[in-house]
């Protein structure tokens, strides 16, 4: 069974940057697909990004594309989130999640239902 902490949240002035990572634990990496995923105070839980870990194919959500960018360390069995020139409307608990039937492509952002493991979230705060 996989494992997932979130790390690197924090507050950051509007148009800053942070980087947060998904350390994983349990099971090979290559197998997974990884999503990135945020809840706003209130809101309903949104995809941000995804990769599949073995091809290394990318996700996003039109609101981020361009300013965020996923990635992945295998030897470090960690998936990281840059989010650059952050917005008031970034603020959330995000959160990260992976299946290994979940299919992440260019054309195919599978949603938080085809996701089984999860992290407990870190928060992110955009305010000046």
């Known amino acids: 069974q996989l494992q997932l902490v979130e790390s690197g949240g924090g507050l950051v002035q509007p148009g800053g940057s942070l980087r947060l990572s998904c350390t994983t634990s349990?099971?090979?990496?290559?197998?997974?697909?990884i999503g990135w995923f945020r809840r706003h105070p209130g809101k309903e839980r949104e995809g941000v990004s995804c990769?599949?870990?073995?091809?290394?194919?990318?996700n996003y959500d039109i609101t981020v594309k361009g300013r965020f960018a996923i990635s992945v360390d295998k030897a470090k069995s960690t998936v990281y989130l840059q989010m650059d020139n952050l917005k008031p409307e970034d603020t959330g608990v995000y959160y990260c999640?992976?299946?290994?039937?979940?299919?992440?492509?260019?054309?195919?952002?599978?949603?938080?239902?085809?996701?089984?493991?999860w992290g407990q979230g870190a928060q992110v705060t955009v305010s000046s």
């Open positions: 349990g099971s090979t990496l290559d197998v997974y697909g």
């Open positions: 999640a992976a299946d290994p039937s979940s299919v992440c492509s260019e054309w195919y952002f599978p949603i938080s239902d085809m996701y089984t493991y």
């Open positions: 990769i599949a870990v073995n091809s290394g194919r990318t």
